[in-house]
T-cell receptor, first 111, second 117 residues
C-alpha cells in the first residue's frame, strides 16, 4: 500500500464548478499537509499548507484535513480554465523536510 | 526574485550512457532537493542537501546516481550508466531553511525531462 493515495483523474468540469480533490494516507505520523499545483512542463508550486486537522481558506481555495480519517481535501470554488493543471497532495512528518507526494490529479476546466 | 534554474530542459540519451543535470537554487536558500518524477506519478525525493552536507539520500540509487553541491550553492545530479527506467523529469527544489523543520516552503524549478532510449 502506498503511503499517499490520490485519484489520478482526469477530472473534467465546466467553468464555475466547485471542484473537490482528495488524498488518503496511511502514516499517522504525518503532521503537515500541502497542496501543490503543477502546470504542464513546469515544476510544482505550493498552493496551500495546513498543519494537523482543520480547514484553511485562501481565496477560492479551501484545504481540509481530517486526521481521524487520514483524509485531506482541496476545494476550488468558481473554477476557471486557468485552474487546469495537475494537483498534487504532499505531506511530511514533524521535524523532517522530506515530502511524500500523491500521484496527482489532473484537472481540466472547460469554458 | 529569480526562481530555481535548471539545465538542460530536455535530454535524450541511449541506455548505458551518462548524463548530468545542473541546478542553481534561489539565492540564499540553504537547502536543496533533487526529486525524480516519473510520468503519471508524484515527485520522489532522491537527495536533500543542507548547505554542503547530505541530509537524506536514502532513496538515491547509489550504484548509478550521484549528486554533489560544492560551495553550498549549485548542484549537479549525475546518472552513470542510465537505464530505461530512469526516463523521468528531474526536479530541483530549494528552501530557505529558517522555519521549523517540515514547514519551509520548497520552491521547484521547471525540471529536466530525461528520455532514455
Amino acid at each position: 500500500q502506498k503511503e499517499v493515495e490520490q485519484d489520478p483523474g482526469p477530472l473534467s468540469v465546466p467553468e464555475g464548478a466547485i471542484v473537490s480533490l482528495n488524498c488518503t494516507y496511511s502514516n499517522s505520523a504525518f503532521q503537515y499537509f500541502m497542496w501543490y499545483r503543477q502546470y504542464s512542463r513546469k515544476g510544482p508550486e505550493l498552493l496551500m499548507y495546513t498543519y494537523s486537522s482543520g480547514n484553511k481558506e485562501d481565496g477560492r481555495f479551501t484545504a481540509q484535513v481530517d486526521k481521524s480519517s487520514k483524509y485531506i481535501s482541496l476545494f476550488i470554488r468558481d473554477s476557471q480554465p486557468s485552474d487546469s493543471a495537475t494537483y498534487l497532495c504532499a505531506m511530511n512528518v514533524d521535524n523532517t523536510d522530506k515530502l511524500i507526494f500523491g500521484t496527482g490529479t489532473r484537472l481540466q476546466v472547460f469554458p | 526574485e529569480a526562481g530555481v534554474a535548471q539545465s538542460p530542459r530536455y535530454k535524450i540519451i541511449e541506455k548505458r550512457q551518462s548524463v548530468a543535470f545542473w541546478c542553481n537554487p534561489i539565492s540564499g536558500h540553504a537547502t536543496l532537493y533533487w526529486y525524480q518524477q516519473i510520468l503519471g506519478q508524484g515527485p520522489k525525493l532522491l537527495i536533500q542537501f543542507q548547505n554542503n552536507g547530505v541530509v537524506d539520500d536514502s532513496q538515491l540509487p547509489k550504484d548509478r546516481f550521484s549528486a554533489e553541491r560544492l560551495k553550498g550553492v549549485d548542484s549537479t545530479l549525475k546518472i552513470q550508466p542510465a537505464k530505461l527506467e530512469d526516463s523521468a523529469v528531474y526536479l530541483c527544489a530549494s528552501s530557505l531553511d529558517v522555519a521549523p523543520l517540515g514547514t519551509d516552503t520548497q520552491y521547484f524549478g521547471p525540471g529536466t525531462r530525461l528520455t532514455v532510449l
